[in-house]
């Protein structure tokens, strides 16, 4: 059986030989590429590499809500392709993320590409608008997606975007529907989130972290 000192030191390597790879993908696809390598055994500071800027952020910065939705998933992430979302300034980024597993399966991390097709989009909009004419509907808004170097202003904006109603308000399977969401979108991987979900609900930590059991030892509907 392979020890946890061989397994660090694996994926050590793994991440050491994507490194150049970064620069490598940015200078062949130019200044609207950004690559970034994740190191999620960091996850507060999980961007270990990168090169180009189109979501802003830099070495030693935090993941995204798409990272910490793959740390949630665990060994059962899969890889995110071609996928469309909007960051908080509005630019438009189509973006891949693909998982990092050592040689047991276990995910540790991801190279993620995004590129800006901000005035592709806008472009393809206004073609769209004048082949459809004025009448028909516009498109679908993309969804956000939280870039920052700081993983509680992520934490932050995805509590925001799940607090539909005042904590005050929700009953109790109001409140657990809101720890299991939380839950599930991975805030909870990320150190001192119950204490910062805790002070930003207004609850003691000790109610957060009963919320937070209760929420995953019932499914939505009945108890396990």
Not at 38 to 60: F, I
Not at 95 to 111: I, Q, Y
Request: charged share 20%.
């Amino acid at each position: 059986m392979t020890s946890e000192r061989a397994l660090e030191a694996e994926r050590d390597a793994i991440v050491a030989a994507l490194t150049p790879v970064v620069d490598g993908l940015v200078a062949t696809f130019g200044p609207l590429c950004e690559v970034v390598l994740h190191d999620y055994r960091n996850p507060e500071k999980s961007v270990v590499a990168l090169a180009g800027s189109v979501t802003g952020r830099a070495v030693g910065g935090a993941m995204s809500e798409i990272g910490l939705r793959i740390v949630a998933r665990g060994d059962e992430a899969r890889d995110e392709l071609n996928y469309v979302t909007r960051t908080g300034t509005g630019t438009t980024v189509k973006s891949s993320t693909m998982v990092l597993r050592d040689s047991t399966g276990t995910v540790f991390g991801a190279l993620c590409v995004n590129l800006d097709v901000t005035a592709v989009s806008e472009a393809h909009a206004l073609l769209g608008a004048l082949a459809r004419g004025a009448s028909a509907p516009a498109p679908a808004e993309l969804p956000v997606t939280t870039f920052g170097d700081d993983i509680d202003s992520v934490v932050d904006v995805i509590l925001d975007s799940h607090r539909h109603q005042p904590w005050g308000a929700l009953d109790r399977a109001g409140r657990l529907a809101l720890f299991r969401s939380l839950d599930e979108r991975g805030v909870f991987a990320v150190r001192r989130a119950i204490e910062q979900v805790a002070a930003r609900l207004g609850i003691s930590r000790a109610s957060a972290y009963s919320y937070l059991s209760q929420a995953r030892a019932t499914t939505p509907g009945g108890s396990a």
